[in-house]
């Protein structure tokens, strides 16, 4: 790398902040090349591009290579480590970039499941959770940490963890023999009803409510008889204490199901979507034609909108636009969304052409709000429009007051998640272009021509 490049790099790479978060590493066309995660954005990513950094040695011949041929450094911030390894397993997922060794295949994080329609609810560790009937919690960043976590868990609450079907009116329970797990004290055995149908469900109950918890009271008290049983010699006891406070402090590494949900994990057919989308919208029939628009900042200094289409639940590329926002001065998300509104619906208000049948607008209340007022302005509102905010995932819709929640494995929140997720990254990648175009534009020192060519030369 040529030290121009690199002290461009340098330069770059000090104005990270020093947060938690995910790097892509692109060359000059803007391919990503390499995605990483970082406890500090900034030291991570300048540890590749040290004078003392021995590459091929600590991170071996292909990084070193690809080093070469970075040339331009992209972060996204994160709220801690755990959001970070997260997010970093779905960028990869989803890019594949070609010098990401790990993190590619389809495996997903495990969650820890909890059954909430059996009559003795059944505990699992789980990459493929089930649609409906569970309570999940995750996911987790190591299936062999919470395994360890789950058995000594297992040793406190006395919970079921086979798949067997368990009724509480059946009969013939009292003769069933029950597994090993029974003889060493880690199960209450319901299979052969010895224990009742009540005092099983409070301990499931007091599991889900430990899992909730921040768990500090409870890893308090182990450490202490950690260092009682170390204090009094009893050695072994105290290692086994160590083993089970180590699995329980592995818990907190783990995300949200909310924030953190994987779509290969809850595939949802798009035709189910639809239908439960009408349902929540009052519709006759399912919708067909949908549009969903996003607004994203270039650095806070320029604004973008991109709106894609989604017929029959599945993306249609012919139908994706972006914007680049003309009438707004500095960051305004409101006034984006209503000059967006406005040019591309402009010809459907006047009856040129149709409405489509529903248009989710990406953010909250606020957001929805903009987009019916420039509707207003306009002397004619669509069908349907909506918005889905980020945070806690609610749905704000136009002929209702209040927004709906909606639980995380419904089939409408997923169609409208990947609706609301494809706009983001269509927005993103124009934010992209337009940087890099401007950035041609400074190294050159001269502004654009766009196309039009140069007055000719005076005799």
Do not use: W
Not at 21 to 32: E, I, P, Q
Not at 94 to 116: C, V, W
């Amino acid at each position: 790398m040529d030290d121009a490049k690199l002290q461009n790099i340098r330069e770059l790479i000090a104005t990270f902040p020093k947060t938690p978060g995910v790097y892509l590493m692109k060359d000059r066309t803007g391919r990503v090349l390499y995605i990483g995660k970082a406890k500090d954005l900034r030291s991570r990513v300048a540890s590749y591009f040290q004078p003392s950094a021995d590459l091929l040695n600590t991170r071996g011949p292909d990084i070193c290579r690809m080093v070469e041929n970075v040339h331009e450094i992209d972060y996204l911030e994160c709220e801690s480590e755990v959001d970070a390894i997260i997010k970093e397993s779905r960028l990869i997922k989803d890019i594949q970039p070609p010098h990401n060794a790990m993190l590619k295949d389809g495996r997903s994080f495990p969650y820890i499941e909890i059954t909430t329609r059996d009559d003795f609810p059944g505990v699992y560790v789980t990459r493929t959770p089930r649609l409906k009937g569970t309570k999940l919690y995750g996911p987790f960043l190591s299936a062999t940490s919470i395994r360890d976590a789950m058995n000594a868990l297992q040793k406190v609450f006395k919970f079921r963890t086979c798949e067997l079907e368990i009724r509480d009116g059946d009969e013939s329970r009292r003769y069933f023999r029950p597994c090993l797990l029974h003889a060493i004290n880690q199960c209450t055995a319901p299979c052969a009803d010895l224990i009742a149908k009540g005092d099983y469900k409070k301990d499931v109950d007091r599991l889900k409510r430990f899992l909730a918890s921040k768990r500090s009271a409870v890893v308090r008290d182990m450490k202490r008889e950690m260092q009682d049983a170390s204090k009094a010699l009893r050695f072994e006891e105290a290692a086994a204490v160590r083993d089970r406070l180590k699995a329980i402090e592995s818990l907190a590494l783990s995300g949200d199901v909310q924030e953190h949900l994987q779509p290969e994990v809850f595939y949802i057919d798009p035709r189910e979507g639809l239908d439960k989308l009408a349902d929540l919208l009052g519709l006759e029939t399912p919708p067909r034609s949908m549009e969903c628009i996003d607004i994203a900042h270039l650095q806070g200094e320029e604004t973008v909108g991109a709106l894609v289409c989604f017929i029959d639940g599945k993306s249609f590329k012919p139908g994706y636009r972006r914007f680049k926002i003309k009438t707004v001065d500095g960051v305004d998300d409101y006034a984006s969304i209503r000059e967006v509104i406005t040019r591309r619906y402009r010809y459907a208000a006047q009856g040129e052409e149709l409405y489509p049948d529903v248009i989710l607008i990406d953010g909250g209340l606020g957001q929805l709000h903009a987009g019916l007022a420039a509707f207003d302005e306009m002397d004619m509102r669509p069908p349907m429009v909506l918005s889905l905010a980020k945070r806690e995932e609610e749905v704000y819709i136009q002929a209702k007051s209040a927004p709906v929640r909606l639980p995380r494995n419904n089939a409408a929140l997923r169609l409208l998640q990947s609706m609301r997720d494809e706009a983001h990254r269509f927005a993103q990648h124009y934010h992209h272009t337009l940087r890099k175009k401007r950035t041609f534009d400074e190294d050159v020192g001269q502004p654009r021509t766009r196309g039009r060519k140069p007055p000719p030369k005076r005799r």
